[in-house]
């Protein structure tokens, strides 16, 4: 099966920076998604990555090494509306999906 | 309207009920998908519709049983289940299946409680 690692939690204060990482082992790989979960709430896109490299979106950024399975987000100028979970995703060489346990972010004031 | 949409939002139902989740997408897309969310855990796979067609089961037990009458309504009925069955219920809708960058748009989910 696919095996998709990530920390359960993190806590950081306003305004500052905070860095999630994720591993994987799959089998192929046809892209990297993260996605941005609030309590009670609908997990929504963030961003996608399938090249080597930085894609930066506003106050996140997402990178990818593909040679080192590995994929992290980086959230900017951290908002308390930002305390939510964040799950890393991906596409094997099937298409298929599959997701992490996803990292619990609490914003501090 | 929104993306994605599901109901009910909460449901609390005996192990021998009959009962059935319902997800609607209104973004034109061909993919529609049923996801488990446990407490804890990774999102798990379950079904998967391609243009109406059924391209995967991922070891579901047959007390969940998908319907996918059209590429913008999906169904799962559920009967007998298990207290252990409990938890969110999540629909999501892509573009098709095969292309990789398209991803999944998410509805808020159906909170289940087995008693």
């Known amino acids: 099966g696919q095996n998709i690692d990530q920390p359960t939690e993190m806590t950081a204060t306003e305004g500052a920076i905070v860095q999630i990482n994720c591993t994987y082992q799959t089998s192929g790989f046809n892209g990297l998604f993260w996605y941005q979960q609030h309590a009670g709430e609908a997990p929504t896109f963030l961003s996608y990555?399938?090249?080597?490299g930085l894609e930066e979106k506003g106050r996140f950024s997402s990178f990818l090494s593909r040679s080192k399975g590995y994929s992290y987000l980086l959230l900017k100028e951290l908002q308390m509306k930002d305390s939510a979970s964040y799950l890393c995703a991906v596409r094997d060489s099937d298409y298929k999906l599959s997701f992490g346990a996803g990292t619990t972010v609490t914003v501090r004031a | 309207e929104t993306g994605v949409t599901q109901t009910p939002r909460h449901l609390v139902m005996g192990m021998t009920n009959k009962k059935s989740l319902k997800c609607e997408q209104h973004?034109?897309?061909?993919?529609m998908y049923w996801y488990k969310q446990s407490a804890k855990k990774p999102l798990e796979l379950m079904f998967v519709y391609n243009f109406k067609e059924q391209t995967e089961n991922n070891s579901v037990p047959s007390r969940f049983s998908p319907e996918c009458p059209n590429s913008s309504h999906l169904f799962l009925h559920l009967h007998t289940l298990q207290p252990e069955d409990s938890a969110l219920y999540l629909c999501a809708s892509s573009q098709e299946t095969g292309k990789g960058s398209s991803p999944l748009h998410f509805g808020n989910g159906t909170r289940l409680t087995v008693t």
């Open positions: 990555n399938v090249l080597d």
């Open positions: 973004l034109g897309h061909n993919a």
